[in-house]
């Protein structure tokens, strides 16, 4: 069964790093989000990403982020400068559609020291 | 800003016993999925609900849709410990963006043998 994929499981960071998160979504899925989790709280919306450009992003995501589809097939979501409340889980997710399921990874775990 | 709120938060039951598990908004949503999530792994999609009034059935798993699209439920019948999960809720924004999830904090399931 086709699934998104999600590389590291983990990375540890010094603060003030920059750390680049990759993902592979489904093969036939048009849209990209990321969202993240931390300890204890809600998974927390960050960007949607469609043909090539963001569609929509939350407050969290400031110029600290970005996101790219460097080729056919990665989703990346790099955080430069990293802060200790950056750490959390960090999930990719895809769909077909813009209204339909959305497929998540199994996360990174992020952990900035 | 739109909320899910979900009740219980915690709830710990005997094998073999019901539940059912609450997922309320003061807004509407063009959908809802629902979705269980182990510890430290990405939230695995159960089923996605569009219709108000909408039920669907997934084994021994009950979910139905507000009739005004404003809230779900998600019954268990005769529970087993492989239930035993944090049960998420997540809305589709209805009158704005369809690109992005808004989660509830979930539900945490214990089904003890």
């Known amino acids: 069964e086709p699934e998104v994929t999600q590389t590291p499981s983990h990375q540890v960071t010094q603060m003030g790093q920059e750390v680049i998160l990759r993902c592979v979504p489904i093969s036939n899925h048009l849209y990209f989000y990321w969202y993240r989790q931390i300890l204890g709280q809600k998974v927390e919306f960050l960007v949607s990403f469609y043909n090539n450009e963001i569609s929509e992003k939350s407050e969290i995501f400031d110029d600290q982020f970005s996101v790219e589809r460097p080729d056919g097939s990665n989703f990346t979501l790099k955080i430069r400068s990293t802060k200790l409340e950056d750490s959390a889980m960090y999930f990719c997710a895809s769909s077909k559609g813009q209204a339909l399921e959305a497929f998540f990874g199994q996360g990174t775990r992020l952990t900035v020291v | 800003t739109q909320l899910l709120e979900q009740s219980p938060q915690f709830l710990s039951i005997q094998e073999g016993e019901n539940l059912t598990v609450y997922c309320n908004s003061s807004?509407?949503?063009?959908?809802l999925q629902w979705y269980r999530q182990e510890p430290g792994e990405g939230p695995v999609l159960l089923v996605t609900?569009?219709?108000?009034?909408e039920v669907k059935k997934l084994k021994r798993l009950t979910f139905q849709f507000g009739d005004a699209r404003k809230d779900s439920s998600l019954h268990i019948t005769a529970a087993q410990p492989g239930d035993t999960g944090l049960y998420l809720c997540a809305g589709l924004d209805s009158g704005g963006s369809n690109y992005k999830l808004t989660f509830g904090k979930g539900t945490l399931l214990t089904v003890n043998p």
């Open positions: 807004s509407v949503f063009s959908s």
């Open positions: 609900v569009v219709t108000g009034g």
